[in-house]
Nanobody, 126 residues
């Protein structure tokens, strides 16, 4: 079993930055494909970014490419999402996700991940 805990959410003005962190435990972190998703009120959960097990490959949704950066530190069992130039439409609950079934990278759909964190609220508003 994999346990994921997000932190770092909050309220930020448009154009500002936030960094989300996700701590993983319970399974060899280096074998996990990691991703970030988000869900706004009344909308379905959507893919944001994912990163390969070694961190050498990243993939982003078109809506965040160039503004968000996903990274990981395997020696610390951590994955991060640096979010810059935030927009009101980025407001959502952000979820960290992990897949330990050795799916082929990239994995961009919700069913592709079998472990989820509890979510962190990000609100972009003036």
């Amino acid at each position: 079993q994999v346990q994921l805990v997000e932190s770092g959410g909050g309220l930020v003005q448009p154009g500002g930055s936030l960094r989300l962190s996700c701590s993983a435990s319970g399974r060899a972190f280096g074998h996990l494909l990691m991703g970030w998703f988000r869900q706004a009120p009344g909308k379905e959960r959507e893919f944001v970014a994912c990163i390969s097990w070694h961190g050498g490959n990243t993939h982003y949704a078109n809506s965040v490419r160039g503004r968000f950066t996903i990274s990981r530190q395997n020696d610390k069992n951590m994955v991060y999402l640096q979010m810059n130039n935030l927009k009101p439409e980025d407001t959502a609950v952000y979820y960290c996700a992990a897949d330990d079934t050795l799916r082929q990278y990239p994995v961009v759909d919700v069913p592709g991940y079998n472990h989820w964190g509890q979510g962190a609220q990000v609100t972009v508003s003036s």
